[in-house]
């Protein structure tokens, strides 16, 4: 089963309206989990590390304002996009790696369109 | 340069014959981790096969096996008896450094498979 999960699949929201996709650990304890955007057709691309009690860490080009991460506790990241726009629509995915193997798990990811 | 290049972009196999999905990767760590997803047009990506820098020997897991060649920094994925099931994205990753705090992926432009019957 699942071992990171991933809420909403699919939200379809407003432009100029801000939307929140969640990303969980079941049953076990992430202190940095990652969140990843994809175009169709288009590999993944990091867009920040998000790190338990502390700000997230955002790559080269993404904008921390308008991509909002936080990872309030070992089980639970959240990505809120702000002000969302029409290209703002993309498949969000988050990862994390499980105790101290070397298996990443990634979440279902969602499906965000911005109308 | 490319940390991770799939130069496939698009594969054809038939069910039940094997299939090499090309990875080759650029990394100046001597400790790093490459691994290989799979992901169906449901979106969500399934791990598939780890292989270490330092391992000695090539990870397998089930139908698939990693055919790790460091001097020529190639990490190929291989997939046997293909099953219609295994139509999908397959991406190779690399993490660089140790296994830690810090696992971000760096992912290939993804290859594209599609067995046939």
């Known amino acids: 089963g699942a071992v990171v999960s991933q809420h909403p699949s699919w939200v379809i929201c407003k432009s100029g309206t801000s939307v929140k996709i969640e990303c969980r650990s079941l049953d076990f304890q992430a202190t940095t989990m990652f969140w990843y955007r994809q175009f169709p057709k288009q590999s993944l691309m990091l867009m920040a590390t998000?790190?338990?009690?502390?700000?997230?860490?955002?790559e080269q080009g993404v904008e921390k304002d308008k991509f909002l991460i936080n990872h309030a506790s070992l089980t639970l990241s959240t990505l809120t996009v702000t002000s969302a726009h029409p290209e703002d629509s993309s498949f969000y995915i988050c990862?994390?790696?499980?105790?101290?193997?070397?298996?990443?798990?990634f979440g279902e990811g969602s499906w965000l369109t911005v109308v | 340069a490319q940390k991770i290049t799939q130069t496939q972009p698009g594969m054809f196999v038939q069910e039940k014959e094997a299939v090499t999905l090309d990875c080759t990767y650029d990394?100046?760590?001597?400790?790093?981790?490459l691994f290989w997803y799979k992901q169906p047009s449901s979106g969500e990506m399934i791990f598939l096969i780890y292989q270490g820098s330092y391992d000695q020997q090539n990870a397998t897991e089930g139908r698939y096996s990693l055919n790790f060649q460091k001097a020529r920094k190639s990490a190929n994925l291989v997939i046997s008896a293909s099953q219609l099931g295994d139509s999908a994205m397959y991406f190779c990753?690399?993490?660089?450094?140790?296994?830690?705090?810090?696992?971000?992926?760096?992912f290939g432009t993804g290859t594209q498979l599609k067995v046939e019957l």
């Open positions: 990394t100046s760590d001597p400790s790093y981790g």
């Open positions: 998000s790190n338990e009690g502390s700000k997230a860490t955002y």
């Open positions: 990753a690399m993490r660089e450094g140790s296994p830690g705090g810090g696992n971000k992926l760096t």
């Open positions: 990862s994390a790696r499980r105790g101290t193997g070397n298996t990443i798990y």
